[in-house]
């Protein structure tokens, strides 16, 4: 299921007047607004997108159309970002995901299993055709009315050739799945058409069921041997993908989606399937979407972002999941969709694609290589060790990664039996596959962004990770899993690093700093001080000593930050009309400085210090460290 989160996309109305609107969610259920912030519905009598509004009330609340078309104007005092009740969304959802069980399966299988739950050993249901030699059937299909420039031979290029970089396109679909299967996977596509469907191309997208039964119909008709499209002898073709005229239209059938169509064929039956678009000419082709619409059909992997309906949460809140960091997430989307994102190496080892496991639990130097895709180095759980485990893999921007805003080290959280619509981080309730987000800001669970520079661990002499940085590598029920790493080297073909405690025990270092420099409100960043210290090893304790002048210590807010920009607040807006801040503070727990214990020494530390009232000025007139290096 292909996910949109909030872009603007332009909409084709029937009317033939296009409207740009910003769009929320995927084939399964999607809201629109236009880019003021009004919500829209399509509304078929209007020919077009008009203004919604609510009716009903509670968690029953839905949208019904006041007639207005877009391009009118809002009715007055309408409100904007209006939103449907979450049991009617999750029951729209729920009939949905319904349809895609088998009569005979659903005693058995929950709707709800169907969505980023993967309740196969991490998996979807049904069966996987990750291995091998595998054809898959590919039935290009135009509308009255819709014209393309895309031929047979452009999609066939696409989904085939093995120096496909037409467009920009990093490669083909064939040798994506190639290169992230370490050859496991050889998926080629026979391209057949383009056949011209009966009705124009929007009453695909206003009807739901129409286009798919009519483009297989018709590939049948034209003498389609549908047994050379089944690999494991099921008498099941392994993989069909319907690729239409025009560009992706976010809306009904034509929303790329994967699916499931059960129809005879000739002694053959047709289960899996996806849709997605050709475009307009063949500039509008890229891999992306075809990439993960067919990493669903293939290898029956979840999607790892949330779909933000209340499925299972009871919240009605939307988190990124996995970001941009996979192909299954929001990692189709990158390099508009010509470089998509790899398959993280957690869906990757879920398949057998993973050749190699390296045990990281001893404490040792350790190599992560960009593009090992056959390699996951592991840490499990001592109980759990199928279920719950983190991964470490080299995500330098290069290659297949060379759209991503991170550059680094990537350390996951996986667990089997988690969703991705889990935000909330607690033993019952967690991610099926976390981004341990070096910045320790949850942006991801937050929905923030889709990942941005802080995600990945970068070049650090001292601790990166550990039972007390933030984020901390702790097992989902809170209990210590024992992971240390440490000594990451910088992004590039090889990141290397050390997991088990380590240091340089017993040394101590000390700076020291008398600026008498002044605290204006006027400076938006605030003072910012630094004290360079030198040495091996990392901080084991730590002590800080500050002296301000100031006639009013609850404007301030102080900040230290280490050489690799952890950082602890030392004093956030407290002591009301006190004058001048004093204090000495150390890292003996419970303690404000326990975020920098295991950084490294050496390097700049900064005292970073704002005010939040522009009427008094202040001056910082000393503050010093003292370290103890340490394991």
């Known amino acids: 299921m292909s996910a949109i989160f909030g872009e603007n996309l332009t909409l084709t109305q029937e009317d033939g007047g296009d409207v740009e609107l910003v769009v929320f969610g995927d084939d399964k259920y999607a809201r629109y607004e236009t880019l003021d912030g009004y919500t829209v519905v399509y509304d078929r009598k209007q020919g077009g997108y ?29 409100p904007r970002h209006l939103r449907e009740g979450q049991e009617f969304r999750r029951n729209q959802v729920m009939d949905r995901f319904a349809t895609m069980i088998p009569p005979d399966e659903r005693a058995a299988i929950r709707p709800d299993a169907m969505l980023t739950f993967g309740p196969n050993q991490g998996l979807l249901p049904g069966d996987r055709v990750s291995e091998g030699d595998v054809r898959g059937l590919t039935i290009l299909v135009t509308f009255p009315g819709t014209n393309t420039t895309v031929t047979r031979e452009d999609v066939d290029d696409m989904l085939n050739s093995p120096n496909f970089s037409g467009n920009g396109n990093r490669c083909s679909v064939k040798e994506f799945f190639r290169t992230m299967s370490t050859d496991r996977l050889r998926f080629t596509n026979t391209v057949v058409g383009p056949f011209r469907m009966s009705r124009p191309r929007l009453a695909y997208a206003n009807v739901e069921g129409l286009l798919v039964p009519e483009a297989i119909q018709a590939a049948f008709d034209a003498g389609v041997d ?15 993908c319907i690729m239409y005229a025009g560009r992706t239209e976010y809306k009904g059938d034509l929303w790329p989606h994967n699916w499931v169509h059960r129809q005879a064929y000739d002694g053959m039956r047709t289960e899996l399937y996806t849709v997605t678009s050709m475009g307009r000419s063949p500039d509008d082709l890229s891999i992306g979407t075809y990439c993960h619409e067919s990493g669903h059909l293939l290898c029956r992997w979840p999607d790892l972002y949330d779909y933000g309906t209340a499925e299972r949460e009871g919240d009605d809140f939307t988190s990124a999941g996995m970001g941009t960091y996979c192909v299954m997430g929001a990692g189709n989307h990158l390099g508009d969709g010509r470089t998509p994102s790899p398959v993280c190496v957690y869906l990757r080892r879920l398949v057998g694609w993973c050749g190699q496991d390296v045990d990281i639990a001893g404490a040792d130097n350790y190599v992560a290589k960009h593009g090992d895709y056959d ?32 550059s680094g080290l990537a350390v996951y959280h996986c667990d089997i039996d988690g969703s991705n619509e889990f935000q909330q981080g607690t033993s019952a309730h967690h991610y099926q596959c976390a981004l341990m987000q070096a910045d320790g800001h949850l942006d991801l669970e937050t929905n923030a962004n889709q990942g941005d520079g802080g995600d990945l661990y970068g070049p650090t002499e001292g601790t990166a990770l550990s039972h007390s940085s933030r984020p901390a590598s702790l097992w989902w029920d809170g209990s210590e899993s024992g992971l240390t790493i440490s000594q990451v080297s910088g992004p590039g073909p090889v990141i290397t690093f050390r997991t088990g405690t380590q240091g340089v025990a017993g040394i101590s270092v000390a700076g020291k700093s008398s600026p008498a420099a002044v605290i204006s409100a006027e400076s938006a960043g605030g003072l910012t001080d630094a004290i360079t210290l030198q040495g091996l090893g990392t901080v084991r304790e730590l002590e800080v000593s500050i002296d301000i002048a100031h006639p009013r210590i609850g404007d301030l807010r102080v900040v230290l930050l280490s050489p690799t920009g952890r950082r602890a607040v030392l004093h956030n807006r407290t002591g009301g009309s006190t004058n001048d801040l004093r204090v000495s503070l150390d890292s003996r727990p419970p303690s ?20 939040a009232a522009e009427s008094s000025t202040g001056k910082l007139l000393h503050w010093e460290l003292h370290v103890r290096t340490g394991t």
Not at 394 to 401: A, E, I, P, Q, T
């Open 375 to 406: 390699t996951a180095l592991i840490y499990q759980h001592p109980e759990r060790a199928d279920t719950e485990y983190f991964l470490v893999e080299n995500r330098s921007r290069d290659d297949f990664d060379v759209n991503l805003t991170a």
């Open 592 to 611: 404000l400085l326990a975020p920098l214990v295991g950084e490294g020494v050496a390097g700049e530390w900064k005292l970073r210090i704002t005010d």
């Open 50 to 78: 008009c203004y919604a509004e609510q009716y009903g009330s509670g968690t029953g609340r839905r949208f019904s159309s006041t007639g207005v078309r877009v391009p009118e104007g809002p009715p007055e005092n309408l």
């Open 226 to 240: 549908f047994s050379q499209f089944d690999s494991q002898g099921r008498g099941i073709v392994d993989s069909v």
